[in-house]
């Protein structure tokens, strides 16, 4: 599976969008992106996915570069309760899924 | 209803109990997952069941015993701990299937682990 970097952390807006970098640059032909958050102590939660073609749910959109080796995900109006650890993971088995060190989103009033 | 349980919250043991955590899913989904996690990292993949086989154990010490008695139930029984080993403890499901669209894992909320 493709190894996934995020920055760190980041700080936002409340009401402004949350773009959240990740880069995947050796990722494969076959292998999805998944978006999954953490808020604290609770299980992680699915929110978005895809192979190349931007997607959107009623939580967020997600961007693919044309080349596949990076993506944002975008969460249009943040809000306190979007302040987690958001993981972008590449995978094309179930069997494996590998979380990276995630990005720990501040959202800020 | 994408709802995976897990019990108990919270479990403090010795180490020289035996104990035991449980995962539950009603969805339908034939591969179940357990993953740890120590405080401020990511998620750690353990053992992977599909279709309640054992199809990946990431190399876990033998003192974690996963166990599948059915597609709607995983346990993870524990003995001889070390308190390192004092985790949040993930249990996951999904459909299980190869095909990415339709396989979206869904997680519990976690048992907390302390090993004393």
């Known amino acids: 599976d493709a190894k996934t970097t995020q920055p760190p952390s980041m700080d936002c807006a409340e009401g402004r969008a949350a773009n959240l970098p990740c880069n995947h640059s050796?990722?494969?032909?076959?292998?999805?992106v998944y978006w999954y958050r953490q808020i604290h102590s609770q299980g992680p939660q699915y929110i978005i996915h895809?192979?190349?073609n931007n997607e959107t749910n009623e939580m967020a959109s997600l961007i693919i570069t044309e080349d596949r080796k990076s993506s944002t995900l975008i969460l249009p109006h943040a809000t306190l309760r979007d302040t987690a650890v958001y993981y972008c993971?590449?995978?094309?088995?179930?069997?494996?899924?590998?979380f990276g060190s995630g990005t720990k989103l501040n959202v800020k009033p | 209803d994408t709802e995976v349980t897990q019990t108990p919250k919270h479990l403090v043991m010795g180490m020289t109990n035996k104990k035991s955590l449980k995962c539950e899913q009603h969805?339908?989904?034939?591969?179940m997952y357990w993953y740890k996690q120590k405080a401020k990292k990511p998620p750690e993949l353990m053992f992977v069941?599909?279709?309640?086989?054992?199809?990946i154990n990431e190399s876990v010490p033998s003192r974690f015993s996963p166990e599948c008695p059915n597609s709607s139930l995983l346990n993870l029984h524990l003995h001889a701990l070390q308190p390192e080993d004092s985790a949040l403890y993930l249990c996951?499901?999904?459909?299980?299937?190869?095909?990415?669209?339709?396989?979206?894992?869904?997680f519990g909320e976690g048992s907390w682990l302390t090993v004393v």
């Open positions: 996951a499901s999904s459909q299980g299937r190869i095909d990415p669209i339709r396989n979206t894992i869904y």
């Open positions: 050796t990722i494969s032909g076959n292998e999805y």
């Open positions: 895809g192979l190349k």
């Open positions: 993971i590449a995978s094309y088995n179930f069997n494996k899924f590998y």
């Open positions: 969805m339908g989904h034939r591969a």
């Open positions: 069941y599909s279709y309640e086989k054992l199809s």
